[in-house]
């Protein structure tokens, strides 16, 4: 078994989580890493807080203290707009403190951000096509599913 956390972002901190939950469940987008045979249980969610990301610096001693393995923090962190340009941080942050692994990401990239985010210049310059790989589906029906 496998424990889960889930930091999204503060803008969507009404977000009830549907896109990442399916993912988790259906093994897609950043849980494909996961053997389907292994179970996951989601045992924390919720928002970085808001810019600067407040809630970084305690929630991941409160997953811990519920036994998670590892933290995801969310794809609207990678494709809302504009793209967190703290996702780095964040990601560094957490793993060098809590000594926990961070994946960015949870579901696939829905392809109408997709098709939005490609088309923009700071997205290359943030380099956020580092992060979006493991989103993207060479079978861009499975992005079409998460519109």
């Not at 987008?29 to 808001?50: I, P, W």
């Not at 403190?97 to 310059?125: D, R």
Request: proline fraction near 5%; aromatic fraction near 10%; glycine fraction near 10%.
């Amino acid at each position: 078994m496998k424990k889960v956390g889930i930091i999204i972002c503060g803008r969507y901190h009404n977000c009830g989580g549907g896109k990442c939950l399916k993912a988790l469940r259906e093994r897609e987008g950043g849980f494909a890493r996961y053997s389907k045979e292994e179970e996951l249980v989601l045992v924390g969610y919720t928002s970085c807080g808001g810019c600067p990301g407040g809630n970084i610096e305690y929630v991941p001693e409160e997953m811990i203290k519920n036994g998670v393995d590892v933290i995801h923090l969310a794809t609207g962190m990678v494709v809302g707009y504009p793209p967190c340009p703290r996702i780095r941080q964040f990601k560094e942050f957490i793993e060098n403190k809590y000594k926990i692994p961070v994946v960015i990401g949870t579901h696939p990239i829905p392809m109408k951000y997709f098709e939005a985010h490609s088309n923009l210049s700071f997205w290359n310059s943030m380099n956020m096509w580092e992060f979006a790989e493991d989103l993207m589906e060479e079978d861009k029906k499975m992005m079409e599913k998460y519109n």
